[in-house]
Structures are given as structure tokens and as C-alpha cells.
């Protein structure tokens, strides 16, 4: 079992910024890819970044390309998603999780985090 714990979360104005970790705990972090999805209200959870095990490899949604980062910090089991240009459209709850191989689908992830609510004000 992987335990996964989002926070950073918060309401911001466009064009602001904000850093999301997700802090893991149980299973050897480091055996694990690492990605962020997004919900907003109405719609289907969706793919935004993911990083492999050993932060080489990094994808991004098109949506966020040049505005998001993904990171990783294994030895804190800490993964993180650094939110710059921020837009009223990026507003949703922002879920980390983990997979035992690198992945972009959610039905590839094993384990969820509760989500963090992310709300940017125009």
C-alpha cells in the first residue's frame, strides 16, 4: 500500500502561482512513477504531468506545457507540481498518484491521493 497525501492547494488570482506536493508513505517511493491529474466540477478526470521513478522522464498535458513543472524528491517521498501562469480554466481538484510503471491514464495509476481544491479567480 501506498499512502498519498496532497497539499498546497489554495485560491489564487490569474497569472499567480502556486506549488502542489503530494507526500508519500508505505511502499517504497522511488519504485513508483508519479503523476498529477485535475478534476473541475462536471467533467472527467484528467491527465496534467508525470515523472519516472527516477525524475528522467517528464510528460505534460498540451494544456499545461510551459506553465506547470513536475518534480520529485525521492529521499523526502515527495513529488511536486509547480503551478506558474495560472488560469481560471486550471481551477479543480488536483489529485497526485502512483504507478508501478511510468503511465498517463488514470486506470494505470494504483494508488490516489484525496485531492487538493486549486480555484484561480479571473
Known amino acids: 500500500q501506498v499512502q498519498l497525501v496532497e497539499s498546497g492547494g489554495g485560491l489564487v488570482q490569474a497569472g499567480g502561482s502556486l506549488r502542489l506536493s503530494c507526500a508519500a508513505s508505505?511502499?517504497?517511493?522511488?519504485?513508483?512513477?508519479m503523476g498529477w491529474f485535475r478534476q473541475a466540477p462536471g467533467k472527467e478526470r484528467e491527465f496534467v504531468s508525470a515523472?519516472?521513478?527516477?525524475?528522467?522522464?517528464?510528460v505534460y498535458a498540451d494544456s499545461v506545457k510551459g506553465r506547470l513543472t513536475i518534480s520529485r524528491d525521492n529521499a523526502k517521498n515527495t513529488v511536486y507540481l509547480q503551478m506558474n501562469g495560472l488560469k481560471p480554466e486550471d481551477t479543480a481538484v488536483y489529485y497526485c498518484?502512483?504507478?508501478?510503471?511510468?503511465?498517463?491514464?488514470?486506470?494505470?495509476?494504483?494508488?490516489w491521493g484525496q485531492g487538493t481544491q486549486v480555484t484561480v479567480s479571473s
Open positions: 498518484a502512483a504507478a508501478l510503471t511510468d503511465a498517463t491514464k488514470p486506470g494505470e495509476y494504483n494508488y
Open positions: 508505505g511502499r517504497t517511493f522511488s519504485n513508483f512513477a
Open positions: 515523472i519516472s521513478w527516477s525524475g528522467a522522464r517528464t
